[in-house]
């Protein structure tokens, strides 16, 4: 996720960092210089051009924003629920520090408590595709049972038992047991919303039908301005496939929150706050730093 000031006019005319210009340009340019020609074939050949009219592009255009706008705000939507959801994590994490003060055993308390801050970095490495165990296993018990296939479900599945087996030794009141386990439900639900969200993509007939819409509304887009705007007309193409192109290529980021683009959500940082809180509860003194941008971007 890009961290930066507001930035002024000068760096937003040429800023890169966080900008899709980067992963849109070879198409831009190509654009570009197909209007280019076109404005040049017109030159030659005006007759060619003497019919075309810009009324189709202007109804088309409008159709192709709006459809745009929708799936920019699906994508967007997906994003900040992924973002929230993570919240929820940070929230159900400290709240689980503060009840599980009544568990007598503070050695069993502390392989709860850094059980836990496993299940949020394997929950990070099973979201982004990376290997759940290498990043839970220092955090983990040893009694804690490895289901392979999904790491973060079995480390609630382990602190549940745990925390049942304190109820029925009578070492928790029944009552604090359903706090805990309401904790642990809470973790359960928002694994399983950003599990939704990484395994439903946006239905592909609209990614498809919008990007062949948009290559086609700028490849004729020049036929329809060489003749009223001249050689003016590539430089309005360019500003056009920019736009369009851009808005595409942000919601392709959007679409996944949880990858390793530079828009996307910083889960690295929240794992590291659950990380602090986890060890401050704990009495540690040393505690890792919070994560900070690199160049503008938080991981």
């Known amino acids: 996720m890009i961290v930066q000031n507001q ?7 040429f800023t890169l ?24 074939i017109e030159t030659q050949h005006p007759a ?72 949020a970095h394997a929950l990070n490495a099973r979201l982004r595709n990376e ?12 009694d804690v049972p490895i289901v392979v296939h999904n790491i ?13 087996q304190l109820a029925e030794d009578k070492l928790i009141s029944e009552w604090r047991y359903i706090l805990l386990e309401q904790r642990l439900s809470a973790f359960t639900d ?24 948009i290559y086609i509304f700028c490849i004729l887009l020049p036929f329809a301005m060489a003749e009223p705007l001249g050689w003016i007309a590539p430089i309005f193409t360019l500003i056009v496939s ?9 919601s392709n980021e959007l679409e996944d929150p949880f990858g390793r683009d530079e828009n996307d959500l910083p889960t690295d940082a929240m794992v590291r706050v659950v990380e602090r809180d986890v060890l401050g509860a704990l009495g540690c003194k040393d505690l890792p730093p919070p994560l900070q941008p690199m160049g503008y971007v938080l991981s």
Not at 18 to 32: C, D, H, M, Q, W
Request: with cysteine; proline share 4%.
């Open 242 to 250: 920019y736009t369009f192109f851009g808005l595409d290529a942000i």
């Open 48 to 119: 060619f051009f003497s019919k075309v009219n810009a009324t189709p592009f202007t109804l088309l255009g409008l159709s192709l924003s709006i459809f745009m706008s929708f799936r920019n705000n699906a994508c967007y939507d997906r994003w900040w629920e992924g973002r929230k959801t993570w919240g929820v994590i940070i929230i159900e994490m400290r709240t689980f520090i503060r009840e599980s003060v009544a568990i007598p055993d503070q050695a069993l308390r502390e392989s709860l408590l850094r059980n836990l801050c496993g299940f």
């Open 7 to 13: 930035p002024n006019m000068l760096r937003v005319m």
């Open 152 to 164: 973060s479900d079995g480390i609630l599945q382990h602190t549940g038992k745990v925390c049942s």
């Open 190 to 213: 928002a694994q399983g919303i950003c599990e939704r969200i990484k395994a439903t993509p946006i239905p592909f007939p609209y990614t498809l039908l919008l990007h062949r819409t």
């Open 17 to 40: 960092k966080g900008s899709v210009a980067k992963r849109i340009v070879v198409r831009s340019l190509l654009v570009t210089l197909l209007a280019s020609l076109i404005v040049l």
């Open 131 to 142: 290997d759940e165990l290498s990043v839970a296993q220092p955090w983990l018990a040893n």
